[in-house]
């Protein structure tokens, strides 16, 4: 059975050996990329839980992080009132474990780098937003 989430064949995959030095683009569909440094930082308190509109994964081999915030900037302009767009890999600490892709869906206020905390276990981050931050 695929983890691949709904629509996420509009978009192509690529393997994330093949693109680790890839340059983010600075926007994407009317959301401004949030100066965070890429690896080691995830969303704070401030964001998570509370302003989580809608949560998703795929397996690493389906993106890479250029394509997985695409993604992740796609559904959240789905949802009205969502300001920002997160993606990053991880491990789940679910109990299939592993690492994944994750995205999250927030709304409210400016997102800001303060709106972020330090986890070494986080690469590819990416942070769309489409409050002027």
């Not at 994330?16 to 983010?24: H, I, K, Q, R």
């Not at 969303?43 to 809608?54: E, N």
């Not at 997160?86 to 709304?107: C, E, H, K, L």
């Not at 303060?114 to 489409?130: C, I, K």
């Amino acid at each position: 059975m695929s983890m691949r989430p709904p629509n996420s064949d509009t978009l192509p995959a690529a393997n994330t050996a093949d693109n680790n030095n890839t340059v983010a683009r600075n926007e994407i569909n009317g959301f401004k990329r949030l100066d965070i440094p890429s690896d080691g930082y995830i969303s704070g308190h401030s964001l998570f839980p509370r302003r989580v509109m809608a949560g998703y994964h795929a397996e690493p081999h389906e993106y890479d992080a250029d394509s997985w915030a695409a993604y992740i900037v796609e559904k959240c302009k789905g949802f009205g009132g969502a300001t920002t767009a997160v993606s990053f890999s991880a491990i789940n600490s679910g109990d299939t474990g592993g690492r994944f892709w994750i995205g999250y869906a927030f709304s409210g206020r400016d997102t800001t780098v303060a709106d972020f905390e330090e986890d070494d276990e986080v690469h590819g981050l990416r942070v769309y937003t489409s409050e002027s931050s």
